[in-house]
T-cell receptor, first 108, second 112 residues
Framework: KNEVEQSPQNLTAQEGEFITINCSYS?????LHWLQQHPGGGIVSLFM???GKKKHGRLIATINIQEKHSSLHITASHPRDSAVYIC??????????FGTGTRLQVFP | DSGVTQTPKHLITATGQRVTLRCSPR?????VYWYQQSLDQGLQFLIQ???????AKGNILERFSAQQFPDLHSELNLSSLELGDSALYFC???????????FGQGTRLTVV
């Protein structure tokens, strides 16, 4: 069964803190997406990666294929980073299975 | 702005009715995906089209159908609507598969 699990479900942080969100999956995937969903509902694709590490500004995503695990890191967190972060595994024929999301709140 | 356009943004309709949601992908993107996000189920993959052909199917009900037209826009048809179909419906597009997908703003469907 294709499964994607995220932790933690909820996360609060003070502005400036380093944040890590974890994602693990049960069977092999061809790629993994990290998405950000703001309170208004819109979804933004942050990263798609199939190996190694990607960085964009203060966001870093890593994936370890052998351990079936990915992490999203936010450095120097800011209140505007408050959102739901969702990982999604790309399983055969491009079918996306989503994690349940991590709700992040960053306080000033 | 992702470049993916969904219409309408909001839709309120009664049980038993049929609605059509529309998605225009980013210019040059051949793949269109449909997703449903409800409060109790989270985000779920419904269906994917690539260059007019159905490519992958997820948890799509038989009452739902979709198609992708020659100009690559896509429509999701929901019929015999039930209260439980109330959700946010997202469309996303990508150049091919295993490539980054860009999401539309979603259509919020409320069935009363």
């Amino acid at each position: 069964k294709n499964e994607v699990e995220q932790s933690p479900q909820n996360l609060t942080a003070q502005e400036g803190e380093f944040i890590t969100i974890n994602c693990s999956y049960s069977v092999g995937i061809s790629a993994l997406h990290w998405l950000q969903q703001h309170p208004g509902g819109g979804i933004v694709s942050l990263f798609m990666l199939s190996s190694g590490k990607k960085k964009h500004g203060r966001l870093i995503a890593t994936i370890n294929i052998q351990e079936k695990h990915s992490s999203l890191h936010i450095t120097a967190s800011h209140p505007r980073d408050s959102a739901v972060y969702i990982c999604a595994g790309v399983f055969d024929t491009d079918k996306l299975i989503f994690g349940t999301g991590t709700r992040l709140q960053v306080f000033p | 702005d992702s470049g993916v356009t969904q219409t309408p943004k909001h839709l309120i309709t009664a049980t038993g009715q049929r609605v059509t949601l529309r998605c225009s992908p980013r210019s040059g993107d051949l793949s269109v995906y449909w997703y449903q996000q409800s409060l109790d189920q989270g985000l779920q993959f419904l269906i994917q089209y690539y260059n007019g052909e159905e490519r992958a199917k997820g948890n799509i009900l038989e009452r739902f159908s979709a198609q992708q037209f020659p100009d690559l826009h896509s429509e999701l048809n929901l019929s015999s609507l039930e209260l439980g179909d109330s959700a946010l419906y997202f469309c996303a597009s990508s150049v091919g598969w295993y490539t980054e997908a860009f999401f539309g703003q979603g259509t919020r469907l409320t069935v009363v």
